[in-house]
């Protein structure tokens, strides 16, 4: 049977102690036993539903990471600090000194920066591909290649990743998928398709307030407890555990993403439709001459659309700025870095949030300096947005 994220979110029961219909938050550090016995075997991760110390697990994270696992399909999750946290932790985990990662050129400055700027530091070397190609991908892969690691929808090419067959080539080297699905939460379940590993930016689309920085991290039980052991465990031991607060308020925003992914979704497709008709260059995978169109389609729940996201390129860095000043002027949106946001965001990639990848990389992988990245947001009136636009476009002639 397909398997229904937002059904799975929706089936979870979760009360507070005295039948609150939110769980309650736990505000503790620590937390005390009547058996010293049972302390010791909790730390030996012989204990069930035991706490030990919240930078180990917190009640109010794990009430949220088993929502996260139930929509993705996983037996497990563990939530971070921030996305970063998330994708660090989990290529701590697996990569040792001399490892090697195959990893998208395609992916948010951040991950590019840590894997080509810090990584290294540990002998532990990437090779970037073009995620697309799958002979690239499996021609890069060397004995020592630990990771195949992507992003489903990526920043910010908007490339869409086959899952299913990069899944394949990392089960015949034996060696992990990870799949960032930051962009398409609820539209496609990376774990269910075949990834290993799924991370998020929750700061994102699963919060959707721009409130906060989180992540999470999404796998099997014996990864998630990998990650958390305490003699050697890279969340457990660099300790990027989520604020349990920010837990809370993070769960409460989940039940509404599967609203949210429509509405984004469907407000994406109309500007896309129209920022095509305007003859803007236009990049939106629900548009079938994307190159990525029909794989989205053949992987993505078609009840949650093709996703908020979509570019278009200005051309020079100058018209994009130029753009976007006169769309925030004219009540579009804000520029600003992020992304899924009730609010359309807009930010000029290759000097914002790709600006870490050098301009010749950028070029190769066919990012303009003109591109100018949308996050639509959850507008209700988005043909008023749309006229905005057009008046914007308007004066720059
Ligand atoms: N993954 C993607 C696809 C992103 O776009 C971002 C941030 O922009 C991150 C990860 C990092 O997330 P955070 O800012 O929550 O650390």
Redesign the pocket.
Known sequence: MKHDPSRAIFEMKQFGEFGDVNPSITDSATYTFLQAKTMADTFHGEAEGCFLYSRHWNPSNKYLADVLSAMEGTEEGWVTA??????TSTILQICSAGDHIVASVS?????FAFMQNYLPKFNIKTTFVDITDLDAVRKAITPETKIIYT?SMT?PMLQIADIPALAEIANTHNIKLIV?N??TPMILQPAVLGAHIV??????FINGKNDC???AICGSHEFIGSLIDVNNGTAMLLGPALDPMRSSSILKNLHTLHIRMQQHSKNAMYLAIKMKEAGLTISYPGLPEHKGHESLKSQMNPDFGFGGMLSIDMLSSEKASRFMELMEMHDVGYLA???GYFKTLFSNSGKS?SSEVPDEIQHDMGLSEGLVRFSVGLDHDIELTWKQIEHCLNLMD
């Open positions: 921030s996305g970063m946290a998330a994708i992916s948010y400055g951040g991950t992003e920043n960032d930051t962009f991370v998020y930016s929750m700061t994102k920085v989180a992540g870095v992020s992304l949030t």
